[in-house]
């Protein structure tokens, strides 16, 4: 009798809002299985989608889009016609979208802002924006930030392979690309002055806190005296920003907290313009190893 019984549903975890971006829809690199399960677990009154969640950029220039890409726009309006408050503010790869923002219209339910304003539980007012407006290289030199995405993607797949021999030695997943960013001084500069111009910005307009995206960084700190939260990516990191029902902001590091594995796909084969981009890749990683001590080199890869 008891075998014939259907499994109890697994709970969700109720949360006041979700704040999600950087997911690159369109793209090998996305982690769209990941998403989707994170977007089952749980429900919510609010949920923004904070740019970047279709890639335009990549789907112009080739077609890639699976079974958890459907999963995951089918889950999204299904929030949508549930009475889940949905807005879409549309980052650099999904441009596209912000031609339709003067038309101030829904699209099944999706209401598409070029930034919102939200009002925690326990009273924060918060600025929500992609954060590209901020990024000085995709404002003033957009041939630059598509070459830079070029060898960004080509990263990706040397991570990919790289953690593949690691696996085989034993060793955790390390994100090679994650830590190449850190390593350039000059990234890491990039970073403060993005992070300060977002919460100066904040602040001069009487926002308590700002939620951005974009530099696939999740992070949360006070930032001259404005409460800076970048919700970080599902590329790389597989982290969504959180607000509980008593307006607690949290973090969510998927990847972490269900212990998965990020080397759960094979590793893609390159493409031409991924090849083209590797020899960048490659001195970059050539010149940072130079100026590294060995100690710390070592350290980094643990």
Same mark, same amino acid.
């Given at each position: ?9 697994v709970?969700?975890?109720p949360?006041r ?31 923004y ?7 335009g950029w990549?789907?112009k ?15 999204v ?5 549930t009475?889940?408050?949905?807005v879409?503010v549309?980052?650099?790869?999904d441009?596209m979208l ?12 999706v209401?598409i802002?070029?930034?919102a304003e939200?009002?925690?539980?326990d ?6 924006t992609?954060?590209d407006?901020?990024?000085?290289? %995709?404002?003033?030199a957009r041939? *630059?930030?598509?070459?830079? $995405? /070029?060898a ?5 797949? &040397? ?10 030695l ?6 090679l ?5 850190l390593q350039v ?11 300060t111009?977002?919460?100066d ?6 926002f308590?806190?700002v939620?951005?995206g ?13 409460l800076?939260?970048?919700d970080?990516?599902? %590329?790389e990191?597989?982290?969504a *920003?959180?607000?509980?029902? $008593? /307006?607690?902001?949290?973090l969510i590091?998927w &990847?972490?907290l269900?212990k ?12 031409a ?5 590797l020899?960048?890749?490659?001195a ?13 080199a070592?350290?980094a890869?643990?």
């Amino acid at each position: 009798m008891n075998a014939m019984m259907p499994p109890r549903p697994v709970p969700k975890t109720p949360y006041r809002s979700v704040f999600i971006s950087d997911t690159h829809l369109g793209t090998r690199g996305c982690r769209a299985e990941f998403l989707a399960g994170f977007l089952k677990s749980m429900t919510c009154e609010n949920l923004y989608l904070v740019g970047d969640i279709i890639d335009g950029w990549r789907l112009k220039r080739s077609w890639f889009w699976d079974r958890y890409h459907d999963k995951v726009l089918r889950r999204v309006l299904k929030f949508a016609r549930t009475g889940t408050n949905v807005v879409y503010v549309p980052g650099n790869h999904d441009e596209m979208l912000r031609k339709y923002l003067a038309l101030g219209i829904e699209i099944c339910g999706v209401k598409i802002q070029m930034e919102a304003e939200h009002i925690t539980a326990d009273g924060k007012r918060l600025l929500i924006t992609h954060g590209d407006l901020f990024d000085s290289v %995709v404002r003033h030199a957009r041939l *630059l930030a598509v070459l830079g $995405d /070029g060898a960004y993607t080509a990263a990706l797949v &040397v991570n990919r392979w790289f953690n593949l021999i690691r696996a085989r030695l034993g060793y955790p997943y390390w994100s090679l690309s994650a830590w190449l960013k850190l390593q350039v001084k000059e990234a890491v500069k990039a970073i403060d002055r993005f992070e300060t111009a977002l919460a100066d910005d904040a602040k001069a307009r009487g926002f308590d806190g700002v939620v951005c995206g974009h530099i696939h960084h999740a992070e949360m700190r006070m930032v001259n005296g404005v409460l800076y939260m970048n919700d970080g990516d599902w %590329v790389e990191s597989c982290t969504a *920003l959180v607000e509980h029902l $008593d /307006g607690r902001m949290e973090l969510i590091d998927w &990847v972490a907290l269900n212990k998965l594995s990020m080397l759960g796909k094979p590793a893609p084969r390159m493409s031409a313009a991924q090849s083209k981009a590797l020899p960048a890749v490659a001195a970059e990683i050539a010149a940072m190893q130079r100026n590294l001590d060995p100690a710390r080199a070592v350290s980094a890869g643990a």
